[in-house]
C-alpha cells in the first residue's frame, strides 16, 4: 500500500511553499500527497465577518483545495494529489489526519509562530500533538534540501534516545544522496571552565560519545557519507550555525504527556524559528 504525506493547508504564502516541498518529498518516498484544511466553525473572533455562513466558508476552503492541487499537480504531473476539507480544531484535527501518514508538513514563517489556520500556538501544538514526524516550510526556504549538494543536518542529543532521530537523518540523506552533518553541543563544566586541559579532554570525550551514537546507523547505511561535529556551546546554537547552508535540519521531541502545556523542546523551538531551511522535528520517548 503507498504511503502519503499530509500537508497542513490555509491561505497563508508560507502553506503553499510547504505544498510545493511535501510534493517533492512525496516524489522521493515514492508516496502521494494528501492536502488538508481544517474548517473551524465558529470562525475565531479575529478572524471572523459577521456575513459570512458556513456554507460560504466551507466554498471558499473547497476552492482553496482545488486551487492548491491544481497547482501543485502541474508541478507534479506524475503525483498523485488529493485534497480533503475536514471540520475540528487544527490542531487536534491535524494530529489525527497525520497519525497514518509518513509525514506532517506546516508553513511557518519562522521569527514567530507557525502561521495561517495554525495561527498561533496552534502550529506548535500541532507539533507536540502527534508523533509523527512533522516538517516546517518556510514561503523562502520550499526550494531546500531534495538534492545531493545539501546537505541534512541533524542536532544529536546524547542525553535522550537518539534512534528514531538518526533513523530519520540518515534515512532523508539517502534519499537525497546527500551529506549527513551530526552535531552535538557540549560544554565543559563551570569549575574546570577556564582549564585549556579540561576544555581538551571534553572535547574528546564528546567526540568519542558522537562516533559511537552514529555508528549503528554508519553500518546500516554505508552510502551516507557523515560529517560528524562535536562543538562546544549551547546545543541550539551549535545546530544553528552548523544548519546555515543546510537542505533539511533534523531534531528530536521528547514526548511529554501534558496536554494542556504544548511542550517541543528549547533546541526544536529554536531551530523551527531561526533555521532558514525545513526543519524535521522526530518524537521520541
Do not use: Y
Amino acid at each position: 500500500m503507498t504511503g502519503h504525506v499530509t500537508v497542513g493547508l490555509d491561505n497563508s504564502p508560507e502553506s503553499l511553499a510547504a505544498a510545493h516541498w511535501a510534493a517533492r518529498e512525496a516524489v522521493l518516498r515514492g508516496a502521494d500527497l494528501l492536502l488538508v484544511h481544517v474548517e473551524e466553525w465558529p470562525l475565531p473572533a479575529a478572524v471572523a465577518m459577521p456575513t459570512v455562513t458556513r456554507d460560504d466558508h466551507r466554498d471558499w476552503a473547497d476552492g482553496l483545495l482545488a486551487d492548491a492541487v491544481d497547482e501543485v499537480r502541474r508541478a507534479h504531473p506524475g503525483l498523485r494529489i488529493s485534497g480533503r476539507r475536514m471540520s475540528g480544531r487544527p490542531a487536534g484535527a491535524l494530529a489525527v489526519e497525520a497519525a497514518d501518514a509518513e509525514l506532517l508538513v506546516l508553513g511557518s514563517r519562522g521569527l514567530g509562530t507557525v502561521m495561517g489556520a495554525l495561527m498561533g500556538s496552534v502550529g506548535l501544538a500541532t507539533v507536540a500533538a502527534t508523533t509523527t514526524p512533522v516538517v516546517v516550510v518556510r514561503a523562502d526556504g520550499s526550494e531546500h534540501g531534495h538534492g545531493p549538494d545539501t546537505e541534512v543536518v541533524v542536532g544529536v542529543d546524547l542525553h535522550r534516545p537518539t534512534g528514531p532521530v538518526l533513523a530519520f537523518a540518515f534515512e532523508e540523506a539517502a534519499r537525497r544522496r546527500c551529506v549527513l552533518r551530526a552535531v552535538h553541543g557540549w560544554k565543559v563544566p563551570l569549575v574546570f571552565a577556564h582549564s585549556g586541559e579540561a576544555r581538551a579532554e571534553a572535547g574528546r570525550e564528546a567526540a568519542k560519545a558522537l562516533g559511537e551514537a552514529l555508528l549503528p546507523w554508519r553500518q546500516e547505511h554505508p552510502s551516507v557519507a557523515v560529517v560528524e561535529r562535536p562543538v562546544m556551546g549551547a546545543g541550539a546554537r551549535a545546530l544553528i550555525d552548523e544548519a546555515a547552508d543546510a537542505g533539511l535540519v533534523v531534531v528530536g521531541r521528547h514526548i511529554r504527556r501534558a496536554p494542556l502545556v504544548p511542550h517541543i523542546g528549547h533546541v526544536a523551538h529554536a531551530a523551527m524559528h531561526h533555521c532558514g531551511a525545513p526543519v524535521a522535528v522526530v518524537a521520541h520517548e
